[in-house]
């Protein structure tokens, strides 16, 4: 679990996070929402030990998670940008299998477990068809999904994601959630996901937290964040909740 105690980020003489103390699951979907700048990324680069806090003390299965020495911190969990790094010329199985190095190291011979694992993951996301491909002849989804076989083949209890839909379109945003939603329950790993549709997240987040100007301004299930007070609060809008034609969820929309 990771835990998080009197957090503060501080930029220009002024506090732009501020959490007095949260816990994430390692076996939910946590969806992290809230309007640009209001410290959603910040919050994210903290948990997956990107950036250091001013004050406060972020803490991964009781230990200071500052304490980790970096390949034992990506046993633990895995971490994917929102800026992804170039990886021009791999082919899709060689980028799934730099999940491997927290295991083997730089000079660690691969195993027949680790070509296994990387299958497993190829699989799992369904970009095996892929493996001798050119990452640079990928779909955004397909990439996308190539990136999150990677996290896969880390064997991460706990994955943390800044944006994954955020270059996707609709169709494609709705099915990589689809797939990050089933990858939870198949495989008991937790997510951390930071999205900016309101009902997006809904639809598949088991908790939801909402930052307003760097502070915790909701952390609860999805039904408790459908309210339109909630919302129109937490976005400063007209909110309004209309009935769906298919579930009982209502989506949200502008006024």
């Not at 169709?171 to 996901?193: A, C, F, K």
Request: a negative charge; aromatic letters at 6%; one cysteine or more.
């Amino acid at each position: 679990m990771l835990r998080l105690e009197n957090i503060e980020v501080i930029r220009q003489e002024r506090s732009i996070l501020r959490v007095p103390q949260l816990e994430v699951a390692e076996d939910q979907v946590t969806v992290i929402l809230g309007h640009n700048g209001s410290g959603k990324s910040t919050l994210m680069k903290l948990l997956a030990r990107q950036l250091q806090p001013d004050r406060g003390e972020v803490f991964l299965e009781q230990k200071p998670i500052a304490r980790f020495s970096q390949r034992s911190l990506a046993q633990k969990l895995a971490f994917l940008p929102q800026q992804l790094p170039e990886v021009g010329g791999l082919t899709v199985k060689d980028l799934v299998l730099l999940g491997r190095y927290p295991w083997r190291g730089l000079l660690g011979r691969w195993q027949a477990s680790d070509f296994a694992r990387v299958d497993e993951a190829m699989q799992a996301t369904d970009v095996l068809k892929y493996r001798d491909q050119s990452t640079d002849l990928l779909s955004g989804g397909e990439r996308q999904r190539a990136w999150i076989a990677m996290l896969l083949a880390q064997e991460a209890p706990l994955l943390l994601l800044d944006e994954p839909t955020s270059a996707l379109d609709l169709s494609h945003q709705y099915e990589l959630m689809q797939l990050l939603s089933r990858l939870n329950r198949d495989t008991g790993r937790g997510l951390v996901i930071i999205l900016h549709d309101i009902n997006l997240a809904c639809r598949y987040a088991d908790r939801v937290l909402a930052l307003k100007q760097g502070e915790l301004a909701f952390d609860g299930r999805p039904d408790q964040l459908l309210d339109e007070s909630h919302l129109s609060g937490l976005y400063e809008l007209d909110i309004r909740l209309c009935p769906h034609p298919l579930n009982k969820q209502p989506v949200a929309v502008v006024a």
